[in-house]
């Protein structure tokens, strides 16, 4: 395997080089990369048992701590208002969770277990955490290329969706304008909601209580206004550690004779098609109810119903003002965006908790 030792301390380097350089999620690809530059150098013994890099691995992966202490900084930076004051753009996150089971299918079709089949798919959340939290408890043996799939693909998002929805949509869509106007609502409300919305997933889908629970607690943590010092402590210190350590122990699974396989490049191939399939659904749906409505919805909308929040949403609003300066798309995309982050941890929810007796039938 020495020949494989040193590709794949190359593609540890092409990380490296595509988070510096490129900037593609560096918080999370540098330390992945080195870490896997690091695990590949010969009788080094990082991981093993003992290793450095496994010992990190036991700690935050194989008991799921990572991912969950991630979704309670993530739920502090996250503002549910857009969504409250506009519910009924959850359809669209929801058409966006469609490329999870198009990614599953196909890697059924092609000769993937159910489980790593499961892992695959959740891809397709475009939910770093979600993926990670899956593939560790159902398929740990393929966490190392659905971790780098999903946040490289993750930081091309611009780079699919730019295409999409110029490709599927008509200039005339492209310029509608969605009329924004603040709906009141009581302060209280942005208290109510995380603890409605954890109940109700809780309730669907009991394993997936461990997602949801932590990303409304970091985000009733934010909106209560009296835990400053840990919203603060979970936003910054919490999650920058969890992230370095989070990379540290991803890149350590992604040695030669797990990583140079066949399966590595087929989860490569069913990522791409689990992120297209997103967006284009997404975008679709959003043509749809746009007929319904006798053109008040501008489809590019359908194509935030992803968890990539916020650069989805923002992406959306640049082509907005490109096709036209005075068109303000941002507030109906960062709904739908912000919905997408709650629709990727149900759906993990769901699969979750039901892929097993699925899987045993």
């Given at each position: 395997m020495f020949l494989g030792n040193i590709l794949m301390m190359t593609i540890g380097l092409l990380l490296i080089y595509l988070g510096i350089k490129k900037k593609y999620e560096p918080l999370l690809l540098v330390p992945i990369g080195f870490s896997a530059f690091l695990a590949n150098i010969p009788y080094s013994g990082l991981t093993d048992v003992s290793g450095f890099l496994r010992i990190i691995y036991d700690l935050?992966?194989?008991?799921?701590?990572?991912?969950?202490?991630?979704?309670?900084?993530?739920?502090?930076?996250?503002?549910?208002?857009?969504?409250?004051?506009?519910?009924?753009?959850?359809?669209?996150?929801a058409a966006g969770q469609i490329g999870i089971f198009i990614a599953l299918m196909f890697a059924l079709l092609i000769g993937f277990k159910p489980l790593e089949a499961v892992s695959i798919g959740i891809i397709g959340a475009m939910d770093g955490p979600t993926a990670i939290y899956v593939t560790s408890k159902y398929a740990p043996h393929l966490l190392g290329p659905v971790s780098v799939c999903a946040y490289s693909y993750m930081a091309s998002i611009p780079l699919l969706q730019?295409?999409?929805?110029?490709?599927?949509?008509?200039?005339?869509?492209?310029?509608?304008?969605?009329?924004?106007?603040?709906?009141?609502?009581?302060?209280?409300?942005?208290?109510?909601?995380?603890?409605?919305?954890?109940?109700?997933?809780?309730?669907?889908?009991?394993a997936g209580t461990p997602l949801i629970g932590c990303l409304m607690f970091g985000n009733l943590m934010?909106?209560?206004?009296?835990?400053?010092?840990?919203?603060?402590?979970?936003?910054?210190?919490?999650?920058?550690?969890?992230?370095?350590?989070?990379?540290?122990?991803?890149?350590?699974?992604?040695?030669?004779?797990?990583?140079?396989?066949?399966?590595?490049?087929?989860?490569?191939?069913?990522?791409?098609?689990?992120?297209?399939?997103?967006?284009?659904?997404?975008?679709?749906?959003?043509?749809i109810v746009n007929l319904l409505s006798r053109g008040k919805v501008n489809p590019m909308i359908g194509s935030c119903g992803i968890s990539a929040f916020p650069m989805a949403a923002r992406t959306v609003h640049k082509i907005g003002r490109e096709e036209d300066p005075d068109n303000w798309l941002i507030m109906h995309a960062m709904a739908t965006n912000v919905g997408g982050q709650i629709a990727s941890i149900i759906a993990g929810s769901i699969i979750l908790t039901y892929a097993p007796f699925l899987a045993s039938l």
């Amino acid at each position: 395997m020495f020949l494989g030792n040193i590709l794949m301390m190359t593609i540890g380097l092409l990380l490296i080089y595509l988070g510096i350089k490129k900037k593609y999620e560096p918080l999370l690809l540098v330390p992945i990369g080195f870490s896997a530059f690091l695990a590949n150098i010969p009788y080094s013994g990082l991981t093993d048992v003992s290793g450095f890099l496994r010992i990190i691995y036991d700690l935050g992966i194989e008991n799921e701590l990572f991912p969950l202490l991630l979704f309670i900084g993530i739920g502090t930076m996250i503002d549910f208002s857009p969504l409250i004051e506009r519910p009924w753009l959850l359809i669209f996150s929801a058409a966006g969770q469609i490329g999870i089971f198009i990614a599953l299918m196909f890697a059924l079709l092609i000769g993937f277990k159910p489980l790593e089949a499961v892992s695959i798919g959740i891809i397709g959340a475009m939910d770093g955490p979600t993926a990670i939290y899956v593939t560790s408890k159902y398929a740990p043996h393929l966490l190392g290329p659905v971790s780098v799939c999903a946040y490289s693909y993750m930081a091309s998002i611009p780079l699919l969706q730019v295409p999409l929805c110029k490709i599927l949509t008509t200039r005339k869509e492209r310029l509608i304008r969605m009329e924004y106007s603040q709906t009141p609502f009581s302060n209280s409300l942005k208290l109510i909601f995380p603890i409605i919305v954890t109940l109700i997933v809780s309730l669907i889908a009991p394993a997936g209580t461990p997602l949801i629970g932590c990303l409304m607690f970091g985000n009733l943590m934010k909106e209560s206004g009296v835990l400053e010092r840990l919203t603060k402590s979970a936003q910054n210190e919490i999650t920058n550690i969890t992230t370095l350590l989070l990379g540290l122990a991803i890149g350590g699974t992604m040695t030669a004779e797990k990583f140079l396989t066949i399966q590595s490049l087929l989860i490569f191939l069913l990522g791409i098609l689990a992120f297209i399939s997103a967006i284009t659904c997404g975008i679709l749906f959003a043509k749809i109810v746009n007929l319904l409505s006798r053109g008040k919805v501008n489809p590019m909308i359908g194509s935030c119903g992803i968890s990539a929040f916020p650069m989805a949403a923002r992406t959306v609003h640049k082509i907005g003002r490109e096709e036209d300066p005075d068109n303000w798309l941002i507030m109906h995309a960062m709904a739908t965006n912000v919905g997408g982050q709650i629709a990727s941890i149900i759906a993990g929810s769901i699969i979750l908790t039901y892929a097993p007796f699925l899987a045993s039938l």
